[in-house]
């Protein structure tokens, strides 16, 4: 059980170990991105000893919206 930093694929990713399955999350590409792990890292592991460690809590970012309406893909414009 552990979370842990790395540099991967051009970003820097946060691996969560928690009873037996890996979560990954990318953070981002550049130093203050890694910052940002570390940190994120460094309170999942004090979670994780404190035995406080909710894995569905961890979430990603909202993806922004978009401008215009969703609309199936075979109705976009090529």
Same mark, same amino acid.
């Given at each position: ?7 991967e !694929? ?8 928690y %009873?037996? *399955?890996r979560?990954?999350r =990318? ?5 203050a991105?890694? =910052? /940002?792990? %570390? %940190?994120?890292? !460094?309170?999942?592991n004090? $979670?994780? $000893? &404190? ?6 809590a961890?979430? $990603? *970012?909202p &993806?922004p $919206? #978009? /401008?215009?309406p969703? !609309?199936p &893909? #075979?109705m976009? !414009?090529q």
């Amino acid at each position: 059980m552990a979370a842990k930093v790395k540099w991967e !694929r051009g970003a820097w990713w946060v691996f969560t170990h928690y %009873e037996g *399955k890996r979560k990954k999350r =990318r953070v981002g590409p550049t130093k203050a991105h890694q =910052r /940002d792990a %570390e %940190e994120i890292a !460094r309170k999942i592991n004090a $979670a994780l $000893a &404190l035995g406080t460690f909710a894995p569905n809590a961890v979430t $990603a *970012k909202p &993806l922004p $919206a #978009s /401008d215009g309406p969703i !609309r199936p &893909l #075979s109705m976009r !414009r090529q």
